[in-house]
């Protein structure tokens, strides 16, 4: 079995293998262009990069990928058989092709199938992991892939808007958000804004719209009527359909008066959290950060912590970076990470107490030499006018 | 290393191990019923499952998954420190918990991690890989289950219903079919589609709207103006925002008149379908029913293969099954599967020719005893009336 190493460098002169499906596996979308629903095989190998495609695939594979060559599985399959296996595994002709190149040392994923990998070293074949980012590159965004992220967050900023005015117009009844004499909840605000994200050519799953107590489990999605008085989360995250980049923007809101207790709560978050998007510049450590945020909440007498047996405070990471996955690399957390020039990351601190409330504020920031630019252009404010 | 067993059964007395995320990877939610964007590990352990969560994941886990247990990932990162490791990773975290339950051979799925294999192995475990379906009882569909896909199935033909009016409205122009004065492409048509899927409830990605040469590539979502008298593929697969089940129906239909040529090649495909569906039944081979599929439209002389440098014919499966995953065990195809009772799979034959056009028709059905439940109820026709 291979020794671990830490960071071979994936570039031109390692030779790459990845099995995997582009629709959930960035890597190999990154690498080929290609989306297919099913898995298919990717090799970067000699300095040229090719696909192993099956007859279903393989003509659309030519036309859409971005790679040197386009070969058939069949043709390998066939290959294999003449060699005498009657029915050969994946991995049996990915081997006749990795035979043809003379190569039998492979830098793959770390996430590669174990089934496939246990299989090709009893072939032969040395596989070394790399952990994310497995290409170095697809953290440092280039200005078509940040343009991308913008466009994409283009439609958070118009669809967020638009469903704030639902709130804006609705009515507070007996506690609740009345609007056409039905109550707004959770559900039905998270369905106007999943619509105005497709018709801008966004996929959204998961958005977060939630009240009061949900809101202070920070994945919650919330459901239920919406409340007057209490805070509001919403976490918009949808791809774009055409690039099949992300943008990521969390606001908090109150529709009618927010009480001090929750007002004094949001300013520190906001104050948490410019702080932290003040330290975003090429060479700081995203480690200083989260805790420079995490320091700050403290003075301002937030504690972070299990309470009551749950979870309260500000105990999440402050950012993770964007781009064809939602969540990669880098994070801001409690980890060491010196931020790049390139990278694109949220900034996204919260503080959760039942008994409170709870708020979080996200902007997406691009890594600049000197500081950052800031991808989210909506305004930040707690009440609703 | 530990040698591959071919089909270890991942019943109460396995120990089975997955880390894996569960908005990707159908195994942990339907072991966990939870899902999270993060990967995050999934135990069973002599007959009890344990999720271990991360401080951000763990209230959530608890209050929603079905598992036995959730434990605490920084409980366990706290363990391992104490026993001397500064810097604990994932899987020592994890070698902690197992120790405490004195179990080192694991079942794990085909595609677990690579990276976190070779650690668990280091440690002394013992990782056997097994193939799909790796819970059998996944492929075997409970009535909720089905009435699950249903329910899908159902919004997938008011979507289709709608959208062929929309067809039925335009006005043919040169070729191109006009509505208000717009000529209806693959995109705008898509469009509507997928937002109707989701005022149903359901996330449509990739649905293919594809026409003329185009749809001779099966998986070819389709691009440009749709034309009259031409065969245009409507593939159609989104999953339940509530239940996380698909349902996946192609139609072909023809706007206008359809030459003869195309009548002819959508006879065949429909009798090749019906052929197929008559034969699904518990115990009937789906190599069979694939290759008589494959013998009709020879026969009716359709063949199959490389022509003018591309594939033509019939060059993909016969069907598959769908549940959480759009593509699951089992398939119907070249290979020899023997059908269950309970399996809900696909029969889509379908014929291209790029000089001709491509038809493709696609139900899901239920495997039954004798015979099986057609679970489309949507009617099959070729011209718009």
């Not at 990915?94 to 035979?99: D, E, P, R, Y």
């Not at 953290?139 to 439609?155: F, G, N």
């Not at 996204?348 to 008994?355: A, D, V």
Request: aromatic share 6%; charged share 25%; hydrophobic share 35%.
């Amino acid at each position: 079995m291979a020794e671990q190493e830490e960071h071979p460098k994936t570039d031109q002169h390692a030779n790459v293998l990845i099995i995997a499906g582009s629709e959930t596996d960035a890597n190999i979308y990154y690498a080929s262009r290609f989306l297919a629903p099913d898995p298919f095989i990717y090799l970067q190998v000699h300095g040229k990069s090719l696909l192993l495609m099956s007859d279903l695939e393989v003509d659309r594979a030519r036309a859409q990928s971005t790679v040197d060559q386009v070969l058939p599985y069949s043709e390998y399959e066939a290959k294999t058989k003449i060699s005498g296996l009657a029915a050969p595994s994946l991995t049996d002709v990915l081997h006749v092709l990795m035979a043809e190149h003379a190569v039998s040392e492979w830098v793959v994923p770390a996430n590669f199938p174990l089934r496939h990998a246990d299989q090709l070293r009893k072939l032969g074949h040395t596989l070394i992991t790399k952990n994310e980012p497995f290409f170095e590159q697809r953290s440092l965004k280039t200005p078509q892939e940040v343009d991308a992220i913008r466009q994409a967050q283009i439609a958070v900023e118009a669809a967020l808007d638009s469903t704030l005015d639902l709130l804006r117009q609705s009515e507070i009844k007996d506690g609740l958000l009345l609007l056409g004499g039905e109550a707004l909840t959770s559900e039905s605000v998270r369905r106007h804004l999943d619509l105005a994200l497709m018709k801008k050519g966004c996929i959204a799953q998961h958005t977060i719209v939630s009240c009061g107590v949900d809101a202070c489990d920070p994945h919650n999605e919330g459901s239920g009527p919406l409340r007057a008085n209490q805070s509001i989360i919403f976490d918009i995250f949808p791809r774009s359909n055409e690039t099949r980049y992300h943008a990521d923007m969390t606001r908090t809101v109150v529709k009618g008066k927010a009480p001090d207790t929750i007002k004094r709560l949001y300013d520190t978050v906001l104050e948490g959290q410019l702080l932290g998007i003040q330290q975003v510049k090429s060479g700081a450590n995203g480690k200083d950060i989260h805790q420079s945020i995490m320091n700050y909440f403290e003075e301002r007498g937030y504690q972070t912590g299990l309470i009551d047996g749950r979870m309260q405070g500000f105990f999440h990471g402050t950012g993770h970076g964007i781009g064809l996955d939602i969540h990669e690399p880098p994070r801001i957390s409690r980890v060491d990470h010196l931020l790049q020039e390139g990278e694109v990351v949220t900034v996204e601190p919260g503080l959760y107490y039942p008994k409170i409330g709870a708020v979080r504020i996200e902007d997406m920031v691009l890594v600049e030499k000197e500081g950052c630019r800031n991808l989210t252009t909506y305004p930040k404010f707690l009440e609703l006018d």
